[in-house]
DNA sequence: GCTTAAAGTGTAAAATACACACTAAGAGAG
DNA sequence: CTCTCTTAGTGTGTATTTTACACTTTAAGC
């Protein structure tokens, strides 16, 4: 069943830079193995074709789950890539999507309608097929520049987490090291954290006091227009 | 002479929100008027379809040019719009962009293939159609968010300025009045601007000396991740 | 030369950011 | 059971940045 226009149009497809945060605290990348050409057998951002009766951040969630079996992941607008010959057969325009989730909630290849899906270092990721590079690179740097001023991040981590681990996912997304103490006044004057009554489990030193991030008090401040710069 | 493919493919459109400045320091924006339904007479964003052999933001200054005569803006991606029903006829996606200029120098409503097309205050645009007052305060929170930390603005202003100038710009941008001992300090100390031999001419009062901004120093220290935020 | 209008300029107080090192707790080994 | 190992947790002084604030200067128009 054909379809017919009278211009020509572009193919329009969405992919998904989805990061996550391994027990290692290394900063992952979600991927999938092309199963048919172009690019067959290579790695690629998780993505396909716009339908028509979907929005572009539906069909984004929709691709995921199929290729990945990821779903109900925080997802937002990365940019859309449109240059001529970034894909070999035809004209196709794609709006990126990047995406953050707890890697312990979403373990190893998830794999639906999969081929292969994978977690890859974002710091050695292998070749990618079309200009997922590119597009990797451009979700890398919005996530440094957003971690800034955004608490995100809580995305990445377990529901409850001691001040450590979120302080080492700050630093691994940044690149660089960060002082224990002011770290944590910084982020607990922000008022955003709720502190448990329970601390680690299993660990060989003292445990360290879990929180939970305060979601209803965050949206609550951002309403106001509160700055969350840290 | 139709284009027939085996899926049906959205439409794909850009849309341009051009901000310029007005000799009161009243913020601006560029509409034009459809002359074709759907909203036909109505006022909108300068935009259209996009061609296969260009890029997106090669679609977006064409479109820009046919439309208002306005051309070698700074132009900026915005957010790509995708919803259903954002276009009764038919699915359509736009991608948004976003421009700065100098109203000095793009003055009344330039026209080449254009309808009409005009300036008008972003405090009180007319109806719009599509969801075009969507794209259109998306793009203000960019500019607002953005000239935080970025040194834009320049490109609203003319090429030489005061700095009396340059902070209405900012206090029109961001909704508020600011201190001008500070703000001169802030700006000078950035280095970016550098002093004229010249001053103002033709104003009732002592004559502002004038600045221009050093384009090089800026791309300089820009390399550098140089932060300007103001 | 008087009026008017905006240009231009410095300092003190407050807030924020930064650097920095020891004690506390708990597990495991012996 | 005590010693060791490892990470948790905590406060202060200093430097820097940000903020608030008001008067003098200059030039044009009358």
Partial sequence: MPYTYEYPRPALTVDCVVFGLDDQNALKVLLIQRRIPP??????????FVRMDESLEDAARRE????????????????????????????????????????????????????????????????????????????????????RYQPIGFELLPAKFTLTQMQKLYETILGQTLDKRNFRKKVLKMGLLTPLAEVQMGVAHRA?????????KYQQLKEKGFNFEL
């Fill in 208 to 216: 360290a006091k879990l929180y939970q991030f305060d979601l209803a």
């Fill in 39 to 48: 690019f067959q057998d290579q790695w690629a951002l998780p993505g396909g």
């Fill in 64 to 147: 995921l789950q199929e290729e990945t079996g990821v779903k109900g992941v925080f997802l937002e607008q990365l940019y859309t890539f449109g240059d001529l010959g970034r894909d070999p057969r035809d004209r196709v325009v794609s709006v990126a999507y990047y995406g953050l989730v707890n890697l312990t909630e979403y373990p190893i290849q998830a794999a639906t309608d999969a081929r292969d899906a994978a977690w890859f270092p974002v710091a050695s990721p292998p070749y990618l097929a079309f200009d997922h590079p590119q597009i990797l690179a451009t979700a890398l740097t919005r996530l440094q520049g957003k971690v």
